[in-house]
């Protein structure tokens, strides 16, 4: 069943601006993974956060987790073009991960 | 680096046709998957296989099978394709323990995904 809900759906900002997007989710989780996919590929692992961790860093990208809300946020600073593709945020339980929908952003130059 | 291969990046298949995809990690991982990806719906798990010849159903195992009879390889079967089986098909990957994490929360390891479409 489809756990996490992104939103946007679909985010177009200009090169250099920040992206944002929010996942929600219903059940209780062990972790939150961020992957991408760029058109028509298979997905990429960005970053996981733990249910105990509140914020976690990776290069240009920021997430937070707050469970108490059943929510994370996935922040990409400075954009690229390269960074266009969809974002999907995964919540595992043992060994599954339930996926969103997904947020396709588009960088424009 | 993690690899996982599937087998073909584009197919096209009859109604009615049994359709095998095939899915190789070279990682010794334990854990294999295969999604489907439909648009507005992300990946919706099919079945899993934590372990040769173990497989457990997803939330959506009708009208699939899955074989994993070596520890590398992890065959989605359609037994006989039907036109609502037009999908992208992702094969995954994980292992049970990160030596470099120290922990039991593992990424996912994708393949390039298979474009099946049925006539």
């Known amino acids: 069943s489809q756990q996490g809900e992104e939103d946007p759906q679909a985010l177009s900002i200009q090169e250099g601006e920040n992206a944002t997007m929010n996942c929600s989710y219903k059940?209780?989780?062990?972790?939150l993974q961020w992957y991408r996919q760029n058109s028509g590929r298979g997905l990429v692992h960005l970053i996981l956060?733990?249910?105990?961790?509140r914020e976690k860093h990776s290069g240009r990208l920021r997430v937070t987790l707050d469970t108490s809300k059943k929510s994370s946020s996935l922040l990409i600073t400075a954009s690229r073009a390269a960074d266009t593709a969809s974002y999907f945020c995964?919540?595992?339980?043992?060994?599954?991960?339930?996926f969103g929908a997904g947020t396709t952003v588009t960088v424009r130059a | 680096d993690v690899k996982v291969t599937q087998s073909s990046r584009y197919l096209v298949k009859r109604t009615g046709e049994k359709v095998f995809l095939e899915c190789v990690q070279d990682?010794?991982?334990?854990?294999m998957f295969w999604y489907r990806q439909d648009p507005g719906l992300g990946l919706r798990l099919i079945y899993f296989?934590?372990?040769?010849?173990?497989?457990e159903k997803g939330d959506i195992p009708e009208g699939y099978s899955v074989s994993r009879e070596k520890k590398e390889r992890f065959s989605l079967i359609l037994e006989s394709a039907s036109t609502n089986q037009t999908s992208m098909y992702l094969c995954?990957?994980?292992?049970?323990?990160?030596?470099?994490?120290?922990?039991?929360?593992?990424?996912?390891?994708f393949g390039p995904g298979t474009r099946l479409t049925v006539l």
């Open positions: 995954a990957s994980s292992t049970i323990w990160d030596r470099v994490t120290a922990s039991s929360y593992n990424e996912q390891f």
């Open positions: 059940t209780s989780i062990n972790n």
């Open positions: 956060i733990r249910s105990n961790e």
């Open positions: 995964a919540t595992g339980s043992g060994y599954k991960l339930s």
């Open positions: 990682m010794d991982h334990e854990n």
């Open positions: 296989s934590y372990d040769v010849k173990m497989k």
